[in-house]
């Protein structure tokens, strides 16, 4: 399953999984968005399972979960991508407890929700004697550095590292492994309004060694690869993938 499936990362990772055979059930709130991306991963042949589902509300997420183990049998893996961007526009003596709040619900409360659900689930099959499972945040590079105006973002993605290093740490004993992926800049609708400024354009592409911003394509093939047996010994790691920008 692929909170945010339908759109940006989340979908560049669904198409991903689809293509390696895996099923897939892709989360979102948006209805239209969710039915054309059901539409496009089917025409690739992939067997997929849409969910509407605000991953911010606890019962609808337990809800939709159960909903997908009811359709697939189980679920081997869990990414928790869906989130809010930080916009960079207010400065931190200006950022309101309800902004604040709200950045941690989107980013930092659904992974807790869907990981809770997902490890539920996947401790409940070791113990019948099935262990294994793959839970895998959608972090992001913004963790790793101070950006002005986005502490609140920022803040929300470490917490995420912090939340799979400990459930790698927890959860090894039932064969589950927990990691997150942290994108670097990226070409989707979250980061649309930021590309459009020059200025921003102009002082960080030259900053990126490959010289050119992520795709959602970027992020498929780690997806597969932490879905597959190849990374049954990976865990509690958090994979930077940023087209080099982290290294230099
Ligand atoms: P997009 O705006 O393209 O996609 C966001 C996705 O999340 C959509 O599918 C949206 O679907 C879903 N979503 C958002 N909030 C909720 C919610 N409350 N419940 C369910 N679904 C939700 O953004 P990206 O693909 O860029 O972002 C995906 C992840 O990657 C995010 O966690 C982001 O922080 C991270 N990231 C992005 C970077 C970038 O430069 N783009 C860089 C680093 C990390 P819907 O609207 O239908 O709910």
Redesign the pocket.
């Known amino acids: 399953m692929v909170?945010?499936?339908?759109?940006?990362?989340?979908?560049g990772i669904a198409r991903a999984l689809c293509d390696a055979g895996c099923a897939v059930s892709i989360?979102?709130?948006?209805p239209e968005?969710?039915a054309r991306a059901e539409q496009e991963l089917r025409s690739r042949g992939g067997e997929v399972h849409p969910r509407i589902?605000?991953?911010?509300d606890r019962d609808a997420v337990e809800r939709a979960f159960g909903e997908t183990v009811q359709r697939f049998g189980r679920v081997d893996g869990c990414f928790a991508?869906?989130?809010?961007?930080g916009g960079g526009r207010t400065s931190f003596i200006e950022r309101t407890p309800e902004e604040w709040r709200a950045m941690f619900a989107?980013?930092l409360d659904?992974a807790f929700h869907v990981f809770q659900a997902a490890a539920r689930h996947m401790v409940a099959n070791a113990e019948a004697g099935k262990p294994g499972g793959r839970l895998v945040a959608?972090?992001?590079?913004?963790a790793l550095f101070g950006v002005a105006r986005n502490e609140h973002?920022g803040a929300s993605?470490s917490a995420m590292n912090a939340l799979v290093r400990a459930l790698g740490v927890e959860l090894a004993r039932y064969g589950i492994t927990a990691n997150a992926i942290?994108?670097?800049?990226?070409?989707?609708?979250?980061?649309a309004e930021l590309f459009a400024n020059e200025k921003f354009e102009k002082a960080v592409k030259p900053r990126i060694p490959m010289r050119r911003?992520?795709t959602?394509e970027d992020y498929g093939g780690i997806a597969v690869y932490f879905m597959s047996d190849a990374s049954a010994y990976h865990t509690a790691d958090c994979v930077v993938i940023d087209g080099g920008y982290s290294a230099c």
Do not use: F, H, Q
């Open positions: 909170t945010g499936g339908n759109a940006g990362i989340g979908l989360w979102g709130r948006n968005r969710t589902c605000d991953v911010t991508n869906a989130g809010a961007g989107a980013n659904s959608v972090s992001s590079m913004g973002y993605k942290l994108p670097g800049y990226s070409a989707t609708e979250m980061a911003y992520g959602p």
